[in-house]
C-alpha cells in the first residue's frame, strides 16, 4: 500500500507514520529524515540541504525527487510506503505519481492531518529528539524518559517554524484538490492524544 500522511510542520505526521509501519508493513519514507541523515554525513548535498532547511525553506525539487528516486528504489520499499513530508508542492505530486506508475504502483489514500495554526507553534517548539535514535518526544505530551538525551532541530524555532508553515500554505495545501480530484483525500482531526489521531487515521484507512 502506498500512503501519503500530509498536514503542516508539526501535525504528528512522523509519530503517526511510524505507528502505521507496523501495521501495513511498509517503510515510513520521510524526505525530511533522508535530508537530517544526508546532512549529518557532511556531504556537498547534505550542505545545499542545510541551507534551506534551516531557514525553513523548501528544498529544490529537482534535489527532493533525486532523493526519492534513490529511496523507492531500495528494496525495503518495493510494496509500497508511507510517504511522510512528500509530496510538498505539484511538481511533486506529479513525480510521485509517475515513479509509482513505472512500478506499477499507485497512491491509494492521502490522509490529512488538520491541526489549527494555534498549536503547531506550541507542539514544533516543544518537540525534542533523540540523535541516537530518532524518536521523537514532546516536552509537555510525550516526554522523553529519564536518562535518554535530547536535542531540538535546527528549524523548530518559533521563527522558522512560521516560514515553514507559511510555505505549507502557499506551496503544499495547493496540492490538496490534485488529490480531491482523484477522490483520494481523507481529512483526519489531529488534536487529541497520539492513540486517538492513530484510531482515527486507522479508521480512515479501514483499518
Ligand atoms: P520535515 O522533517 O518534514 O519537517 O522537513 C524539514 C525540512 O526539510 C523542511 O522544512 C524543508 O526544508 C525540507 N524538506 C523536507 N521534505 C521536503 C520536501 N518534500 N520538499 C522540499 N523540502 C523538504
Known amino acids: 500500500?502506498?500512503?501519503?500522511?500530509?498536514?503542516?510542520?508539526?501535525?504528528?505526521?512522523?509519530?503517526?507514520?511510524?505507528?502505521?509501519?507496523?501495521?501495513?508493513?511498509?517503510?515510513?519514507?520521510?524526505?525530511?529524515?533522508?535530508?537530517?541523515?544526508?546532512?549529518?554525513?557532511?556531504?556537498?548535498?547534505?550542505?545545499?540541504?542545510?541551507?534551506?532547511?534551516?531557514?525553513?525553506?523548501?528544498?529544490?525539487?529537482?534535489?527532493?525527487?533525486?532523493?526519492?528516486?534513490?529511496?523507492?528504489?531500495?528494496?525495503?520499499?518495493?510494496?509500497?510506503?508511507?510517504?511522510?513530508?512528500?509530496?510538498?508542492?505539484?511538481?511533486?505530486?506529479e513525480a510521485l505519481d509517475a515513479l509509482l506508475s513505472e512500478m506499477g504502483r499507485?497512491?491509494?489514500?492521502?490522509?490529512?492531518?488538520?491541526?489549527?495554526?494555534?498549536?503547531?507553534?506550541?507542539?514544533?517548539?516543544?518537540?525534542?529528539?533523540?540523535?541516537?535514535?530518532?524518536q521523537t518526544y514532546h516536552v509537555r505530551y510525550n516526554p522523553p524518559p529519564s536518562g535518554v538525551e535530547v536535542e531540538q532541530r535546527k528549524d523548530d524555532t518559533e521563527e522558522v517554524v512560521r516560514t515553514r508553515f507559511e510555505g505549507y500554505k502557499k506551496k503544499t495545501e495547493p496540492v490538496l484538490p490534485y488529490y480531491e480530484k482523484k477522490g483520494l483525500v481523507a481529512r483526519v482531526d489531529g488534536v487529541g492524544s497520539l492513540d486517538e489521531v492513530t484510531k482515527r487515521i486507522e479508521t480512515a484507512l479501514g483499518l
Open 1 to 93: 500500500m502506498d500512503l501519503v500522511l500530509f498536514g503542516p510542520p508539526g501535525a504528528g505526521k512522523g509519530t503517526q507514520a511510524e505507528r502505521l509501519v507496523e501495521k501495513l508493513d511498509v517503510p515510513q519514507i520521510s524526505t525530511g529524515d533522508l535530508m537530517r541523515a544526508e546532512r549529518k554525513s557532511g556531504s556537498d548535498l547534505g550542505k545545499k540541504f542545510d541551507e534551506y532547511m534551516s531557514a525553513g525553506k523548501l528544498v529544490p525539487d529537482e534535489l527532493v525527487l533525486e532523493l526519492m528516486k534513490k529511496r523507492l528504489s531500495q528494496s525495503d520499499a518495493q510494496k509500497g510506503a508511507i510517504f511522510d513530508g512528500f509530496p510538498r508542492t505539484q511538481p511533486q505530486a
Open 106 to 134: 499507485k497512491i491509494a489514500k492521502v490522509v490529512v492531518i488538520e491541526v489549527p495554526v494555534e498549536d503547531i507553534v506550541e507542539r514544533i517548539t516543544g518537540r525534542r529528539v533523540d540523535p541516537k535514535t530518532g
